[in-house]
């Protein structure tokens, strides 16, 4: 319910800008790309930032020569890989048939890695500068961004993974007994879903805008989008979660929903991109409006405002 009253707002605000802009304005098909990671820290082991992009349209009502609001709808993609060279996990679990007092299961993992899959919609909602630089523009935006989980998946490799169970009762370790699930697992592999919290980040761009004809131009430039929020949910899970009624099937959770020894893996997650942006922006009909001159030009109607 939260999520559409905030796109239903982000669409009402498109719609007023619209209606109340009194110069020309803009629709663009933009794209971006470089690196696009969840941005975190882990306890242990170590996380590394991987490439991605995003893809979308934009609209952009100016309200004067120089500025102007611009929102629109985009699609996001983050990617992320996380590795683990050896760790020892134990957590309390229930007690397997057959065997008394609380129950211990004890995990040995080697050469764990984890790649994480993300992609958000992305509402923007940015104030746009633009000034003269020659025949062209220099351009500027800055705001905020929406980013609601559409896809959030995690893939996990593991070379192997040895379990034993530990009873408070007898004092032992329970070991080689497959029929509780206790052994030794080679070249593990699991996947599922990331449960992600809706994120809002500062939004910024700053590039060149060329003229390519009458109405039309080209913005070429770069762009950041820093997570403002923690998108991880609160609860967390063992790492390794051992079912005494199927005990051969466990549950392998992804690292950025587990705890260790009663603390996250991670500390706060937060979408990060830093990149190249292109846009081809279409120029549409409004009030007309003449700049300065540029270095000594007879002044011309300015692009953006139904004619360059």
Known sequence: MNQMK??????????????QAQYS?????????????????????SASSGAGGSFGVG?????????GVTTGLAMGFYNTSYTLENIRLEYPAAVPAGLQGNFYLHAN??????KQQTLLFQFPVMLQ???????????LGAGIKIGVPVSATYNQSVKSITT?????????????MPNHGFDTYGNVKSSDILALNISGLLALESGIKWKISRKNALYTGIY????LNNVQKESLRD???????NSSDYQYNSMLQSQMDGNAFTNKVIPFALGIKIKLAFGSGGKKQRHPDIQGAKPEPLLGYMEW
């Not at 993992?109 to 984890?114: I, K, N, V």
């Not at 034993?164 to 080689?176: H, I, K, P």
Request: charged fraction near 15%.
């Open 6 to 19: 905030q796109i239903c707002l982000i669409i009402g605000l498109l719609i007023g800008i619209h209606a």
């Open 25 to 45: 304005s803009e629709w663009d098909i933009n794209m971006g790309g470089g690196i696009s990671t969840l941005n975190y820290q882990a306890s242990t082991g």
């Open 59 to 67: 609209y952009t009502a100016f309200f004067s020569y120089q500025w």
């Open 109 to 114: 993992y080697e050469a764990y890695e984890e």
């Open 129 to 139: 500068y633009q000034a003269p630089l020659g025949s062209s523009f220099f351009y």
């Open 164 to 176: 034993s169970g530990y009873s408070d009762y007898t004092a032992q370790e329970y070991e080689n």
């Open 224 to 227: 950041l989008d820093y997570g």
């Open 239 to 245: 790492f390794l979660e051992y079912k005494p009624t």
